[in-house]
């Protein structure tokens, strides 16, 4: 079961052929799960050559 101070929130979009998402979470520092305190920023280039 995951932690109530991990609980994701996600947002995706496209950039051109790239997947980019931006993620918001919590550690054991957040104040509550509701309040994360890490926001990381992902790229999957190409992503769509990733389907077989």
């Known amino acids: 079961m995951p932690s109530p101070l991990n609980t994701p929130t996600l947002l995706l979009d496209f950039d051109g052929d790239d997947l980019v998402i931006l993620a918001r979470s ?12 890490l926001i990381t920023f992902h790229r999957v280039r190409n992503f769509r050559g990733l389907v077989y």
């Open 26 to 37: 919590g550690d054991e520092r957040a104040q509550s799960a509701h309040n994360g305190n």
